[in-house]
């Protein structure tokens, strides 16, 4: 890990971003988020979970502030701001002749090329481990199912050591046993290195089992952030998503939402009371 001096997390200040001039994101403004922290991005479809992501990472024009540690990213050269933030976009990574190991090999040379080579290939070997991915390393990526070039993708982001991990939907591709293995890494790594983990993802159970906060998202605006047994609740579920459902506590103790029906199709079933008058 490496040693920043007074870190301070992630900040956003009135934060604007879109597409060919239609606003997508509009002036969303954060308090610092502390380092070491698990956060998901939730919201519908269409909310504008992806363009923030886009957005923070500079990969967007933007207006606004995004501060890192204290640094406002916008300022930083294009090569410094690579170094910090760490970004997975939604699509898979293709299919080539490249082998996984010589992935995360460049990746490594583009983002890390004052490391010498003992330390880039323990670090390769760090993230192969954490994400049990030993057996992938020698194979080709055109010989790689979906789910299996998403892994290799994550760890091609991790294995760079940003300050900020932004992950758009790095579960989507995978089955539960690894949906379980990287929202569980990802939490383990970030406590363990400091790092900041911001996730968008789809599944709110997921969301609540293993992330510290909660950002949802509501058509480009910042509808709640906070712990997700604080603001995961029916009143928001049905607000922002359109259901009727249920928060509840399993028997291993972990938070769930159980969706009922959308919200409707729940008024629709409910009897009118005029309707029963003779």
Request: charged share 15%.
């Amino acid at each position: 890990m490496d040693q920043t001096p007074a870190s301070s997390g992630l900040q956003l200040d009135a934060l604007v971003a879109g597409y060919g001039g239609q606003r997508v994101i509009g002036g969303i403004s954060l308090p610092a988020v502390a380092p070491g922290s698990l956060v998901a991005l939730v919201g519908p479809n269409a909310a504008g979970k992806s363009t923030l992501l886009k957005a923070i990472a500079g990969l967007l024009p933007a207006s606004g502030r995004v501060l890192l540690d204290g640094a406002d990213m916008a300022t930083l050269p294009t090569r410094e701001r690579l170094r910090r933030i760490g970004y997975l976009p939604q699509a898979l990574p293709q299919p080539t002749s490249l082998l996984a190991y010589e992935i995360w090999q460049s990746a490594l040379r583009a983002g890390r090329s004052e490391w010498p080579a003992e330390r880039r290939a323990a670090a390769i070997e760090q993230v192969v481990a954490e994400l049990d991915l030993a057996a992938l390393g020698l194979r080709r990526m055109d010989e790689l199912s979906g789910g299996q070039r998403q892994m290799v993708g994550l760890a091609q982001a991790i294995v760079r050591a940003p300050r900020l991990l932004l992950l758009d939907e790095p579960t989507s591709a995978l089955d539960l046993r690894w949906q379980l293995t990287v929202l569980d890494t990802l939490r383990r790594h970030a406590r363990a290195t400091g790092t900041l983990c911001l996730v968008a993802v789809h599944d709110l159970n997921l969301a609540a089992r293993f992330c510290d906060q909660v950002l949802v998202l509501h058509h480009g605006a910042l509808a709640a952030a906070g712990a997700p047994a604080q603001i995961l609740t029916p009143a928001l579920l049905r607000q922002v998503y359109g259901v009727r459902a249920r928060v509840e506590t399993c028997s291993q103790g972990h938070l769930m939402v159980l969706a009922d029906a959308t919200a409707s199709a729940a008024s629709d079933s409910v009897p009118s009371p005029l309707a029963a008058t003779p």
